[in-house]
């Protein structure tokens, strides 16, 4: 099959341009670039040089020549060519936030905007979290071409921490609190102030405090798996900070607990951890094993290990380790910002439409450094 | 005065060395080093070449030589030079843990695991968190020689940020979670293998997550704060990460809002903020500002201005920055961990205890890079 | 085939895991330690996790267990392992110095301190840069269990900017220089002052300045490739320097030019290149790129680009860039230490020895970040 | 005296002011921008906050209020407020390069593409790099106010690991390499691709390969030297490149050695540096230390340490370390590019012009991290 990428010179793409170039179904590239058309992607990116090369076309022209098409546009930006694979009769993964919502159009319009320039499209579209929706994706995919809206980076190791917790019936009620920190590519390409090297090196950063466009996105999906199991939808907080390092997402994930584990709270602070806690936290952990068992690219680490962005480096891995303390629920979640916060994960939605392996081309064994 | 460092060839006693250097009072250094004893601290240090030389002597030979010590041991390592020093009738400010928990040996021992060496030194004790305790340090500094149980570095961001949500009478009751990030240097200058370079850079990671030592003092400086103002004792959830930068702690710290404030936590993740949300905000900043009016060392930021870790590099400056979001409080703390956070605080405390300018010696403008 | 690699605990031998896991002839791997023996790979590297496990056993288990075996051991320390192997009739890759000299144990001697071990041992040790000795090896490894001397990080990215410059005759007499920079893997995983986070981080330091052990290997392979075409043997300075990243080597290598282009010296620093300049440069390069031809790893930059180490990362290329500048050829080399530096190139032999294609398991697209 | 700064918001312009609010002769600060005019200096830099504060003027007002003015400017936008301050009958530092080539306007085209504005400026203009001309600095400011031109970061390095070698008779005549490293805030605060954080951490790039403006100015600095004490003129080669570190600029430098010493290249890469090689080194170390004995920022290091960036820190030293090797004197110096080389040799400056201490404001000890 011939893949296509519209956007391919911005970070997402480019990733997805090398993610592609080693997966066995794909035979091809088309690369098309609205801002940088008419060069070539090697010049763009010399360290593709000798392996990979081309010219950027138009996004036409990426849709005429594909099989199948990532979008890695700004929001807002692409709608008439998702219309357009429709009606080609190929299926789109859009990187962008144009699909996250679904019919939702309002949320999207209050922290985007702006509205849908073709609301219609949502009838073909579906949000592309495998571990929230695989079937749906499969049986849409099954029907007809479908576009499928690519998680964000944040709400992806954002949710896949919360899951279980609402599944397994862990949260208790209360505010669950989402604090994450971004390695810098996930500003993307466009120099800026804050990814100026003196001005982010050396130093760590809150940014859009409460306020960031990734809040409804993790709400979004937090409150349709509390639907799914007939629980409370939790009010959230999230917080982003930018950090110094080129790749990663840690998501530190606060969920109050119930019950006897709940009521632990008062001693937190006074003595260390005791036998119970780490008890209690065990059998959490199992609890996150077992919702996990079947996920391909998901690492529930055991006792003594903690999520680190530095262990899932370059790839789909999303690491989930679960602690216990003063009656909170800790759940510390690393993934890849620009594979499986990104480009990887479109990689493993396409493999979900087309009916291939769902890790082929995602096998990369992560980098330590 | 001659002030003596025992303890100096660590990273807070070089970085007490330095700013003692430029400390006006000060018109001598006396140097000791229990494991360097007999080498010289320009060996140890090339960087103070030229600037500070000299040899490493003995703790005996320091308090020997000196008006006034820093401590600058491991926590348990030190009692004997604080009854030393008080027997000799001179001050001592201590950086370890031994003197943070005044007469409480139960905590101490139940996280540091032992108990103290020589319990009665605690009656010349006090806690020096300046923005805490710095009336009763100067009562007691006026009656005679003092111990000063100089704070963690964690403990001080996060109390700092706590502190007027308590006074200003903001918090509503419920867990407060304290959210760090540490630069390396934090982990002192013994190579192991969670500070070697290719371990920790690009990478962010959280460790004893909800059993750091530092929480229980946190919690002791949030229940005097909030016995003072006859305020509920908050439940704390505290979680430390480590992030590949040199110098800085952030922390991100979550409190439960009352009233009409906390009511707005339904609403948080489903639209942006409201004007009502910033009006809210504006009036919690203004508590925050007035509570620390008279504070030299405490910068609350103005609208627009998040607080970071970059911008109050190398200075004894807190900065704060307060958000609201949801329902609830976020305050984020930055300090340079290893001088608010170690060294610039053991100065600010001896300037407290001496009766000089307490920021003298302390003057220095952040640096962005 | 069976893959062995003696020494997996280490950065290098970790490398190799991760290539081997990949790569489509090795059917399994069996993994050995001497100093954590016993324990399991996945423990040592929680980045394998769910990707690659299984138990660290002794050297001889290895052997036992392989068709092909990689020693990744300190210099010094494998010697009885590569008889082994011989005895056992299957090959070995090495990465310490010990097979790097051929029969010059006078050289080795002089700067490892100690003799060959097993000096017979070199009548089947042949030195593994492919770009110098592939035929050789591949002759050697026709007629029987060979071991590869697998070069060392500085002397390949050094030798191979300098080869086409003795080959194409434009060396001129004369000192060459090779100024290089290595990310901090290159130092190992056992933590150490040099490494800690806080001393090399932001800083860029040279060390053993003319004295590095690499020195006499990258003069061995001048002087082969010297006499291999007839041209004078350059005197050789070397300084290697430590730079704040986790991978990669920077060379640049300060080469005096024969008659017309050695000629424009004395005008150097007074005016901007001129068109002449360039000229001569285009000239150069097309000599450098028609030397490498056929070489599978190496790419001659365009005009324009210059060689860093930002773009080889996780890759097994060398990039090289020419200049010319006041008479001198200054050639950038750039690599990623941890792969054509090390691990990377140590496939590519087993690649030759075994006749595979030699870009097998090696085809990762150099990663932007 | 107020001390005027035009240019304030740039990197250069920032370190100055943060300087200069340390320096005891001076009792206030008038802040100039040309891009920002208008808003105030604290809002640039919140670091700047609750310490230094105040509206951004015109050049003209910051002229009209100064007693001393400093120029940060880009080369070529500034020489009207030079003459505007010799009219007031005030001295100027200025930071660009129009004051660095004298009456050699020819080679500042050459290099800058555009000539001088007003040429008869530089009848009171002076090179200011003190280790060079110190004594005409005085001269001239004694008779009048004066301009002064300081130096580049590169060439400030660069000149300083030349100078004894020239003077001291050590060069044999051949070409002097220089190889340096600088950090990312050498490129100013604009934002651009090359300081895009993804783009330049975790990777070591040269840039203007053997055509850097500042060659011409280390040309210019050590055509004078040997002119002062006869020597021949060393044509030169100089490739500068990035380094992923904020602050620091490190020169690697190698020049040819005289008769017996120069004679050992031969040897150098076939043994370890032999006894011999060590007497001679400290010899030459010998040298440096004696010809720079007098200077209060220049430390030559004791055998046993080369000059890295990290031990300058914040301060105004150069350090410089000796190596002998292969025939070849290796010369390593290291600065502060934003202090020795921008903003702290501008204070050095006016300390001469104004005949203070030539210490005074740059007092700061250099921090390890």
């Given at each position: 099959?011939?893949?296509?990428?519209?956007?391919a010179?911005?970070?997402?793409?480019?990733?997805?341009?090398?993610?592609?170039?080693?997966?066995?179904?794909?035979?091809?590239?088309?690369?098309?670039?609205?801002?940088?058309e008419?060069?070539r992607?090697?010049?763009?990116?010399?360290?593709?040089?000798?392996?990979i090369s081309?010219p950027?076309?138009?996004?036409?022209?990426?849709i005429?020549a594909?099989?199948?098409?990532?979008?890695?546009?700004?929001?807002?930006?692409?709608?008439?060519y998702?219309?357009?694979?429709l009606?080609?009769?190929?299926?789109?993964?859009?990187l962008?936030?144009d699909?996250?919502f679904?019919?939702?159009?309002?949320t999207?319009?209050?922290?985007?905007?702006?509205?849908?320039?073709?609301?219609?499209?949502?009838?073909?579209?579906?949000?592309?979290?495998?571990?929230?929706?695989?079937?749906r994706?499969?049986?849409?995919?099954a029907?007809?071409?479908?576009?499928?809206?690519?998680?964000?980076?944040?709400p992806?190791g954002?949710?896949?921490?919360?899951?279980?917790?609402?599944a397994?019936?862990?949260?208790?009620?209360?505010?669950?609190i989402?604090?994450?920190?971004?390695?810098?590519?996930?500003?993307?390409?466009?120099?800026?102030k804050?990814f100026?090297?003196p001005e982010?090196?050396?130093?760590?950063?809150p940014?859009?405090?409460?306020?960031?466009?990734h809040?409804?996105?993790?709400?979004?999906?937090?409150?349709?798996m509390?639907?799914r199991?007939k629980r409370?939808?939790?009010?959230?907080?999230f917080?982003?900070?930018?950090?110094p390092?080129n790749?990663?997402?840690?998501?530190?994930?606060?969920?109050?607990?119930?019950?006897?584990?709940?009521?632990?709270?008062?001693?937190?602070?006074?003595?260390p951890p005791?036998k119970?806690t780490?008890?209690?936290?065990?059998?959490?952990r199992?609890?996150?094993?077992s919702?996990?068992?079947?996920?391909?690219?998901?690492?529930?680490?055991?006792?003594?290990?903690?999520?680190?962005?530095?262990?899932?480096?370059?790839?789909?891995?999303?690491?989930i380790?679960?602690?216990?303390?003063?009656?909170?629920?800790?759940?510390?979640?690393a993934?890849?910002?620009?594979?499986?916060g990104?480009?990887g994960q479109?990689?493993?939605?396409?493999n979900?439409?087309?009916?291939?392996?769902?890790?082929e081309?995602?096998?990369?064994?992560p980098?330590?450094?």
């Amino acid at each position: 099959m011939i893949a296509g990428i519209i956007g391919a010179a911005g970070y997402a793409g480019a990733e997805l341009v090398r993610l592609l170039h080693g997966h066995k179904k794909v035979s091809g590239l088309s690369l098309g670039s609205v801002s940088k058309e008419g060069e070539r992607i090697e010049n763009v990116y010399p360290n593709f040089l000798s392996k990979i090369s081309g010219p950027l076309v138009t996004p036409e022209e990426v849709i005429a020549a594909s099989d199948l098409v990532f979008g890695a546009l700004p929001s807002g930006a692409g709608e008439q060519y998702a219309q357009s694979c429709l009606e080609k009769g190929i299926s789109l993964i859009d990187l962008s936030a144009d699909f996250r919502f679904d019919d939702d159009e309002e949320t999207y319009e209050a922290w985007y905007g702006k509205g849908y320039a073709i609301p219609e499209l949502r009838k073909n579209s579906v949000y592309g979290l495998p571990e929230l929706n695989r079937e749906r994706i499969k049986t849409m995919a099954a029907s007809g071409p479908v576009i499928v809206g690519n998680p964000g980076c944040y709400p992806t190791g954002a949710s896949l921490g919360i899951f279980p917790a609402l599944a397994k019936e862990l949260y208790a009620g209360g505010t669950i609190i989402v604090d994450s920190a971004s390695g810098i590519t996930g500003g993307g390409r466009a120099p800026q102030k804050s990814f100026h090297f003196p001005e982010c090196s050396d130093s760590v950063s809150p940014y859009k405090v409460g306020a960031h466009r990734h809040l409804p996105e993790i709400n979004r999906n937090v409150r349709q798996m509390a639907a799914r199991f007939k629980r409370p939808v939790p009010p959230l907080v999230f917080t982003p900070h930018l950090a110094p390092m080129n790749r990663g997402i840690l998501s530190t994930i606060y969920i109050p607990l119930h019950g006897e584990r709940g009521a632990l709270s008062g001693e937190a602070a006074i003595r260390p951890p005791s036998k119970e806690t780490e008890t209690h936290e065990a059998e959490i952990r199992e609890l996150y094993s077992s919702f996990y068992r079947d996920e391909p690219f998901i690492r529930v680490l055991p006792q003594g290990l903690t999520a680190s962005t530095g262990r899932v480096r370059q790839s789909n891995f999303c690491d989930i380790s679960v602690h216990l303390a003063g009656g909170t629920l800790i759940v510390v979640t690393a993934i890849d910002n620009m594979v499986k916060g990104a480009a990887g994960q479109a990689v493993q939605n396409m493999n979900i439409v087309m009916g291939y392996d769902e890790a082929e081309g995602l096998e990369t064994v992560p980098a330590l450094f």
